[in-house]
């Protein structure tokens, strides 16, 4: 009786060690999961921020550089509109005015039609700086919630496991 006692008490030993032996590597399993989850959303955290940041500077520069070209705009018109009136920008009276005036045949008014001109190429600038914040600001939406996702999953991810 003793010695089937003691097979018994042996093989319940046996059994519950190798058991041991197989949680231990699987909690080893689990601890170099969670390190590598959290390895990845440090790097994942510093990525965004370089991401965060180019992208706000972007959209920052596409919005100045936009009232920028609309001052351009604005400057470019005026001087148009006032050089197609009939406004002469030669002075009356004097010989120094009466020799240009023959010299010039009409006052410089800019090439305004030519292939849309100055002011077409500025709208076209104007429109790609828009374009420009457009795309970047979207970009930053879907990076920031792809982040958050990425973040959320992996916490969760990181509390089952422990």
Do not use: C, W
């Not at 080893?28 to 370089?50: F, N, P, V, Y």
């Not at 001087?79 to 002469?88: N, V």
């Not at 002011?119 to 982040?147: C, P, Q």
């Amino acid at each position: 009786i003793k010695q089937s006692e003691v097979e018994e008490l042996t093989a319940s030993i046996e059994k519950r060690s190798s058991e041991s032996a197989r949680l231990a590597d699987e909690l080893a399993e689990l601890s170099d999961a969670m390190a590598k989850l959290k390895k990845e959303q440090a790097e994942a955290t510093a990525i965004r921020e370089k991401e965060k940041a180019t992208n706000t500077q972007v959209i920052a520069d596409a919005k100045a550089a936009q009232v920028a070209v609309e001052r351009a705009t604005k400057v470019l018109k005026e001087f148009y509109a006032k050089a197609s009136g009939d406004a002469s920008l030669l002075q009356s009276g004097g010989q120094l005015s009466d020799q240009m005036a023959m010299a010039a045949h009409a006052p410089y008014k800019g090439m305004q039609a030519e292939n849309g001109g100055i002011v077409g190429f500025l709208e076209v600038v104007l429109s790609d700086f828009a374009r420009l914040e457009a795309e970047t600001t979207s970009a930053e939406d879907a990076a920031a919630s792809e982040y958050e996702k990425f973040m959320d999953e992996a916490t969760e991810d990181i509390a089952v496991k422990t």
